[in-house]
């Protein structure tokens, strides 16, 4: 069974940092891409930034510059380093794991993400 696990947020104020960390367990398949999602309150979920088995990696343009997402393929996670925080990334962010001709998409629970000015 898959399962996929977020963790890292909490709350900093604006200009802080945080990192994120999205475990996937029960992996037998081979990983396509791995993507972060952010929904805010009253907000459709939007994409922040994903990662291909190939270390190719993909941002939003509101982050860029600002975050950056790395994968450890060893232990099957992926991490979103995020610097320059500002209260409008306030969110609850989700990890996505997408296999190669796999389908559906696996997706955690998310963890909240708070910026205060």
């Known amino acids: 069974q898959v399962q996929v696990v977020e963790s890292g947020g909490g709350l900093v104020q604006a200009g802080g940092s945080l990192r994120l960390s999205c475990a996937a367990s029960?992996?037998?398949?081979?990983?396509?891409?791995t993507g972060w999602y952010r929904q805010a309150p009253g907000q459709q979920r939007e994409l922040v930034a994903t990662?291909?088995?190939?270390?190719?990696?993909n941002y939003a343009d509101s982050v860029k510059g600002r975050f950056t997402i790395s994968r450890d393929s060893a232990k099957n996670t992926v991490y979103l380093q995020m610097n320059s925080l500002k209260p409008e990334d306030t969110g609850v962010y989700y990890c996505?794991?997408?296999?190669?001709?796999?389908?559906?998409?696996?997706w955690g629970r998310g963890t909240q993400v708070t910026v205060s000015s």
């Open positions: 029960g992996i037998t398949f081979r990983i396509n891409d």
């Open positions: 990662v291909t088995s190939g270390d190719s990696a």
């Open positions: 996505r794991v997408r296999g190669y001709l796999v389908r559906p998409d696996f």
